[in-house]
DNA sequence: GGCTCATGTAAAGATCGTTCACATGAGCTG
DNA sequence: CAGCTCATGTGAACGATCTTTACATGAGCC
C-alpha cells in the first residue's frame, strides 16, 4: 500500500514483464556485496519491486536461483576463456598463460559469478545445465593444454593433456581463491596474484620441459618475437640460466 | 517441558558444565553434514540439549562460533603439517611431498574444519587469533619451502622461498577444494587427487631444476634410498628421461 | 466478449538469530 | 552453615527469512 509500491506497480502493471531476469541481476548484485551466503531471495525480490512469494513463479527456490547463476557464471566464463585462448596465437604458451590471467580477471571482476560457481555450496552436478556448463569452460583449458602437450620437446615424455589441464585448472582456482578475491586478498603477498600465478605456471611448463625462459617477470619490454611452434632444438632449457621465471635473483 | 527436556535436565543439572566445548563439537558435526552455510546456531543448541539463548553466553553470536572453529582447524592443520614436515626428513623432497599429501588428507578427513577455515565465508582477519592460526599453520609450508630452496643445485637460480611456499600452498589448495572434497569430488578425474597433486609438485620442483625423477607415481615399491641432501652433481634431469613424474607414457 | 493460464499478492506457518528479563545454583566469604 | 554474587541457563518475544496456500489480475487467444 505504500507510495513507492503504487508507484511501482503503475510504472510496469500488475504484471512484471521480465521478473525472471530482473531476479538474476538483482541477486547478482547482492551475491557481489554481501556473498552468496548473506544473500537473501527476500531482498532480491523487494529489490525487484515484487512481493516475497513472486521469485517462486520462476525458481523452485532459493538454490535453483544460486544454481542457475552458477551456470551462467560458467558461460561468460567459457567466453572469456576462449577469447583468452585465441586459438593458441600468436604461440602455444603465451596463448596458454593468457589463459592463467583471464582465469584471475574473471575472478577479481566477477567476484558474484565466482562466488556462485565455486564458494556457494552448490553442488556442480546440482542441474545437468549448470554441469554442462562447467565442463565446457573446463574444456577449453583441456584444448589448449591438449595443443601445448603436442608440442613436447624432442627426447621429453609428452605429459597426458587432460593431466595439465587439470593442473594448470587447480593452480589458477589455488591462486584465485586463496589470494585473489574480497576477502581472502587481504593476506600480504610479494606479489601480485597475476605475478604469483605466472611465475607458477612457467616453472611448471618448464619442468615439462617447455622453453620459458624468454621473459622476465616485469610487465616492460615486450618480449623478442619467438618463431611461432618451432620448438627450438634441446628442449631442456640451456644448462644452468642464471635467472629464473620470476625475475632476477639478487 | 518435554519428557526428554526434564530427562536431560536430571542428568546434568541446571548448569551444562562444559556447554562452550559440546556446542564447538556440535557444529562441527553439523558442519559436516550439511556445510557451514546450512548449519544453524539453534541446532547445535538443541544438539547440546540447551536453549537457543543459551550459547550467546558462550559466543557473541554465530560467526564467533564459526570463526572459533576456523582458528581450531589451523591449529590442528598445523599440527598436521609438521608432524608430516618431520623437520625434512629422510631427505627435503620427500618431506616435502608429505606435507602436500597430508594437506589434502586434512580436507579429506576433517571437512568440517576445512570448511570452516576456507570455505565459510569467515574473512581471514575476523580475528586476531585466527589470523595468528593461519599464518602459523602457512610458516609450516613455508620452512619447508625456504630449506628446499636452500639445496637448488649449483648452477640453477634460486627461487625465493616465500613464493615457492605460496605456489604449493595453491596447488594443494586448489587440488583439494576442486577434487578432493565432497560434492567437488564428484567431477570425474583419471587420477586420484592425491596422485595428482604430486605429480604437479614434482613437475614443478622439476622446474625449478630439482631432480625429482627417482620415483613413479604407484605406491608399488619404495623408492631406492637417495643420499640425502647431496645434490647428485647437475641440477638439471638428465636430458630426456623418457618417464615423467606422472608415470608411464604411454 | 469471454476463457484460461501464467504471473503476482496477501496471509500464514515454521525456523532462525538475537535480545531481555528472570531463574538457578556453584563457589566464595564470614 | 547462611548469605551473597555472578556466571550460566531459561522463556518469551521481535523481526526476518523461506516456503506454501488460496486468491487476484490481466495478457493472449478463441
Redesign the interface.
Known amino acids: 500500500m505504500s507510495w513507492r509500491k503504487e508507484q511501482r506497480r503503475a510504472e510496469r502493471g500488475y504484471h512484471h514483464g521480465n521478473l525472471k531476469e530482473a531476479l538474476l541481476q538483482a541477486a547478482l548484485g547482492l551475491i557481489a556485496e554481501k ?1 552468496a ?2 544473500f537473501t531471495f527476500a531482498d532480491a525480490a523487494r529489490m525487484a519491486g515484487v512481493s516475497a512469494a513472486a521469485p517462486y513463479r520462476h525458481f523452485r527456490d532459493r538454490d535453483e536461483l544460486l544454481s542457475s547463476i552458477a551456470q551462467r557464471g560458467f558461460e561468460q566464463f567459457e567466453q572469456r576463456l576462449t577469447a583468452a585462448w585465441d586459438d593458441g596465437r600468436p604461440d602455444t604458451v603465451t596463448a596458454f598463460e593468457r589463459v592463467g590471467k583471464a582465469y584471475l580477471a574473471f575472478a577479481r571482476e566477477e567476484p558474484a559469478f565466482y562466488n556462485a560457481m ?4 552448490v ?3 546440482a542441474n545437468p545445465a549448470l554441469q554442462a556448463a562447467s565442463e565446457r569452460a573446463f574444456n577449453i583449458i583441456r584444448a589448449a593444454a591438449e595443443r601445448l602437450a603436442a608440442l613436447t620437446p624432442p ?6 593433456a ?2 595439465m589441464a ?2 594448470i ?7 584465485a ?3 585473489s578475491r574480497g ?2 586478498a ?2 600480504k ?3 601480485s596474484p597475476d605475478e ?2 605466472e ?2 605456471v ?7 620441459g617447455f622453453p620459458t625462459d624468454r621473459r622476465p617477470v616485469g610487465k616492460g619490454a615486450e618480449p623478442p618475437p619467438v618463431p611461432p611452434e618451432a620448438p627450438s632444438g ?1 628442449g ?2 640451456p ?6 621465471p ?1 625475475g632476477k ?1 639478487k
Chains 1, 2 share one sequence.
Open positions: 556473498g551466503a548473506g565455486f564458494e556457494s555450496g553442488p556442480v552436478d627426447g621429453t615424455a609428452r605429459p597426458p587432460m593431466m587439470l593442473h585448472w587447480s593452480m589458477a582456482h589455488g591462486v581463491s586463496l589470494f576477502d581472502a587481504r593476506r603477498l610479494p606479489m604469483l600465478l611465475a607458477e612457467l616453472i611448471y611448463l618448464r619442468g615439462l634441446s631442456v632449457p644448462g644452468g640460466t642464471p635467472s629464473g620470476w635473483p
